[in-house]
């Protein structure tokens, strides 16, 4: 499982930024993939993720209603539209995989699955 993120950068409050992940090396339309997240000093956090069989997508609390996750099969791609981005955003963003769903996904996805190395996310005040 290979898993390269990319779309991180600096934004002001309120801002947008559209992340990426490219997979490889498994069989992308079978897995669940997503994104959680890891501030300096902080336990990783549940951002969201994505069935691909069913486009099943599943949000964060912190995130609901702010951030939107795709995935396109053909591009094994997955994505993540952050609107409306607050300081507290601020994290290192990790892109994850796992082969099978499980009732807490998000925490699973967190705990269980395959993740690229990252990319910083940095919202301004």
């Known amino acids: 499982v290979q898993l390269v993120e990319s779309g991180g950068g600096l934004v002001q409050a309120g801002g947008s930024l559209r992340l990426s992940c490219v997979a490889s090396g498994f069989s992308f339309e079978d897995y669940v993939l997503g994104w959680f997240r890891q501030a300096p000093g902080k336990e990783r956090e549940e951002v969201s993720c994505?069935?691909?069989?069913?486009?099943?997508?599943v949000y964060g609390d912190a995130v609901e209603g702010r951030f939107t996750i795709s995935s396109d099969n053909a591009k094994k791609t997955v994505y993540l539209e952050m609107n409306a981005l607050k300081p507290e955003d601020t994290a290192v963003y990790y892109c994850?995989?796992?082969?099978?769903?499980?009732?807490?996904?998000?925490?699973?996805?967190?705990?269980?699955?395959?993740r690229g190395q990252g990319t910083q996310v940095t919202v301004s005040s």
């Open positions: 994850a995989a796992i082969n099978e769903w499980h009732h807490r996904i998000l925490r699973a996805l967190i705990d269980f699955g395959s």
């Open positions: 994505i069935r691909n069989s069913d486009s099943r997508a």
